[in-house]
């Protein structure tokens, strides 16, 4: 599975941007599907999961630090998933990158319950 992110930017504390990422696989709708981000310095961190199988389809999770403000959705028709996130704050700065398994996750998943990773796409919030 190749994914690819795209939607970063630099956008003002309180703004809102949209990220995408984007599918190749042909059986895409088999895959659970997550965002995580980096920021500099620090550790790569969970930020939305929404599950896109058979079991559990639609079941959404999401880190502490962004309920409220990022909805993750999907698109099967364009293999397809989106964060968008509002109400932003410099401390959602950060690559945020794209990832998906066929496998269940726990509600706060980690890094290694995902086997492909995306490329990566910068945001940027300035206070």
């Known amino acids: 599975v190749q994914l690819q992110a795209s939607g970063g930017g630099f956008v003002q504390a309180g703004g809102s941007l949209r990220l995408s990422c984007t599918a190749s696989?042909?059986?895409?709708?088999?895959?659970?599907m997550g965002w995580f981000r980096q920021a500099p310095g620090k550790g790569r961190e969970f930020v939305a999961h929404?599950?896109?199988?058979?079991?559990?389809?639609?079941?959404?999770y999401y880190a502490d630090s962004v309920k409220g403000r990022f909805t993750i959705s999907r698109d099967s028709a364009k293999n397809t998933v989106t964060l968008q996130m509002n109400s932003l704050k410099p401390e959602d700065t950060a690559v945020y990158y794209c990832?998906?398994?066929?496998?269940?996750?726990?509600?706060?998943?980690?890094?290694?319950?995902?086997?492909?990773w995306g490329q990566g796409t910068q945001v940027t919030v300035s206070s």
């Open positions: 696989a042909r059986t895409f709708s088999s895959y659970n």
């Open positions: 990832a998906a398994t066929r496998r269940s996750v726990r509600s706060r998943p980690m890094e290694y319950e995902y086997d492909y």
């Open positions: 929404i599950n896109w199988g058979t079991w559990g389809g639609g079941i959404t």
